[in-house]
């Protein structure tokens, strides 16, 4: 099997045909669950994996891992990388190294409620990320952008930074006897 950045290009391209011949293969559920661990704590199950998060010490937490936000931050950083990765190994261009930057603006009195969320945003109003590609051998400046074009355009974190998206948040309340 002819493996290119590490992926086996193959099976990618036999899921992506399979997925091309049946569309609803590709139709998924993605799912995390989080606990409050006390303070400003929490801990997120992903499948088998436990995440940690905190606040930072100058927003009231304890600074013990990373902040939901700053989590989301990764990973649009990380959906990058695999965006980068998997279509260089398509396009069998070998990566010597991907990393990616990103930092984002947010308004905390938006966040603290001290203004609507019409006038200012609890969330992040810009996304900033920059890209630092090195390839093996030499590739076209036209080729590593088209790359990148695809990459950002086809990235679910991403787009789903920059796309509205339907979130549904129900409460049920549980009482302790």
């Known amino acids: 099997m002819a493996e290119i950045n590490g992926v086996d290009v193959e099976y990618l391209k036999s899921l992506v045909n399979a997925v091309k011949a049946n569309p609803e293969l590709g139709k998924t559920l993605w799912r995390a669950s989080a606990k409050w661990k006390g303070g400003f704590k929490e801990e997120v199950r992903i499948r088998e994996f436990t995440i940690k998060m905190d606040e930072p010490a100058d ?35 070998q990566l010597d190294k991907v990393e990616v930057e990103v930092e984002g603006d947010i308004d905390l009195p938006g966040f603290f409620g001290l203004e609507p969320p019409e006038k200012v945003s609890p969330g992040f109003t810009n996304v900033r990320a920059r890209v630092f590609l090195k390839t093996k051998e030499p590739v076209s400046k036209e ?35």
């Open 59 to 93: 927003l009231g937490g304890t600074n013990t891992a990373p902040n939901m936000v700053e989590m989301v931050l990764g990973a649009f950083g990380a959906c990058l990388i695999v965006g980068y990765v998997m279509n260089a190994a398509v396009r069998g261009i």
């Open 143 to 177: 080729e590593l952008e088209k790359l990148h074009e695809d990459v950002v355009k086809t990235s679910p974190v991403g787009n789903t930074l920059k796309n509205p998206v339907n979130v549904e948040v129900k409460l049920e309340t549980r009482r302790t006897v």
